[in-house]
């Protein structure tokens, strides 16, 4: 049974940093490409980034380029986005999404069938 | 960039037929994914390229798309349908994922 699990969420203060991890379990993780999606409170779905299959290839949504960075550990099947730079309009729950496929451009049709549960960011002083 | 147009709102009575629209500029020439989120739960899957279904989801859900409107078609709406939809497509030319606003379809 496939499962994605986040975690590392809390509340921080403006300018500084935060690192949200997501597990994954129930496929072959080096074979599937990832996505954050965060949500703020009352607000609909946004994309954040996706990291492909193997490393190689990253996007960014345009409100968090430059800020956040994704990343993943294969020894570890784990998912990461590194956070910097927060402010309040980042505020809200982030999900963790596999991809159906490798997120290779030319490849993939860049959609999510799993989803973790998500973990709440609030960015406060 | 590219852009998705949800409406807000849509309401059905138990028993009718929902459909939800996503409009975008040629978005017949992408293929489409819809999303159901119930209240404080994660999105799920619903439709995927367009008009497929993942398993376990009923044949109730339908998609289809065609020139510059995507739809979402819920037949025989039940109470536990109640919960928001979301679009969603790759864009190629600025390389990001894009979700529509949402639809929250409420069950009269």
């Known amino acids: 049974q496939v499962q994605v699990m986040e975690s590392g969420g809390g509340v921080v203060q403006p300018g500084t940093s935060l690192r949200l991890s997501c597990g994954a379990a129930?496929?072959?993780?080096?074979?599937?490409?990832f996505h954050w999606v965060r949500q703020a409170p009352g607000k609909g779905l946004e994309w954040v980034a996706v990291?492909?299959?193997?490393?190689?290839?990253?996007y960014y949504g345009d409100s968090v380029k430059g800020r956040f960075t994704i990343s993943r550990d294969r020894s570890r099947n784990r998912v990461f986005l590194q956070m910097n730079s927060l402010t309040a309009a980042d505020t809200g729950v982030y999900f963790c999404?596999?991809?159906?496929?490798?997120?290779?451009?030319?490849?993939?049709?860049?959609?999510?069938?799993?989803w973790g549960q998500g973990t709440l960011v609030t960015v406060s002083s | 960039s590219y852009v998705l147009t949800q409406s807000p709102s849509v309401s059905v009575a138990p028993g009718e037929t929902a459909r939800i629209t996503c409009g975008g500029n040629?978005?017949?020439?992408?293929?489409i994914h819809w999303y159901q989120q119930s209240p404080g739960q994660a999105p799920v899957l619903v439709v995927y390229?367009?008009?497929d279904r993942p398993s376990g989801i009923p044949e109730r859900f339908s998609g289809s798309n065609s020139a510059n409107t995507a739809t979402l078609t819920i037949s025989r709406v039940e109470a536990g349908d109640e919960a928001d939809y979301y679009c969603?497509?790759?864009?190629?030319?600025?390389?990001?994922?894009?979700f529509g606003g949402g639809t929250k379809l409420t069950v009269l």
């Open positions: 999404a596999k991809d159906v496929g490798p997120a290779v451009a030319g490849l993939s049709s860049y959609y999510f069938d799993s």
């Open positions: 040629n978005i017949g020439d992408r293929r």
């Open positions: 129930g496929f072959t993780f080096g074979t599937k490409g």
């Open positions: 390229d367009d008009r």
């Open positions: 969603q497509v790759w864009d190629d030319d600025t390389t990001q994922v894009v």
């Open positions: 990291i492909s299959f193997d490393g190689s290839n990253e």
